[in-house]
């Protein structure tokens, strides 16, 4: 059964936007024109992934520190950004996507409009 998640135009700039739904949280929202649903807990320190940006580049961007996610896979594709995390960055990446990718969710588009595809 399909579930409404959003409408295109309900996204704005970000391009992407929390939902709840029976899977929890997922970050919901359109990326190089494809729409996606993929966990909303970022594999780092825990960010809101719905609350963050989807890149010019078409990944999903962590807005706490900054990671990037490929939301076709689920893998981080950059680490936390910033200083502190500069010597842990590749680690966190390496482990996130060894262990904890983004779990991603079958998402189809009528009519503008965002449904999960359970
Ligand atoms: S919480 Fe997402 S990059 Fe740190």
């Known amino acids: 059964m399909a579930v409404?998640?959003?409408a295109r135009s309900e996204l704005g700039e970000a391009g992407v936007t929390v939902v709840a739904t029976?899977?929890?949280?997922?970050?919901?929202?359109?990326?190089?024109?494809?729409?996606?649903?993929?966990s909303n807990r970022c594999r780092h320190l825990f960010a809101s992934l719905g609350e963050g940006s989807v890149t010019d580049d078409g990944c999903l961007e962590c807005p706490w520190h900054h990671a990037r996610?490929?939301?076709?896979?689920?893998?981080?594709?950059?680490?936390?950004?910033?200083?502190?995390?500069?010597?842990?960055?590749?680690?966190?990446?390496?482990?996130?996507?060894?262990?904890f990718p983004l779990k991603r969710y079958p998402?189809?588009?009528?009519?503008?409009?965002?449904?999960?595809?359970d």
């Open 22 to 38: 029976a899977h929890g949280p997922l970050a919901v929202g359109v990326a190089d024109g494809r729409p996606f649903a993929v």
């Open 107 to 117: 998402v189809i588009e009528r009519d503008g409009v965002l449904y999960l595809d």
């Open 69 to 99: 996610y490929d939301v076709e896979t689920g893998r981080m594709v950059r680490g936390p950004q910033g200083a502190a995390f500069r010597v842990v960055r590749d680690m966190v990446r390496a482990y996130t996507n060894t262990a």
């Open 4 to 6: 409404r998640l959003v």
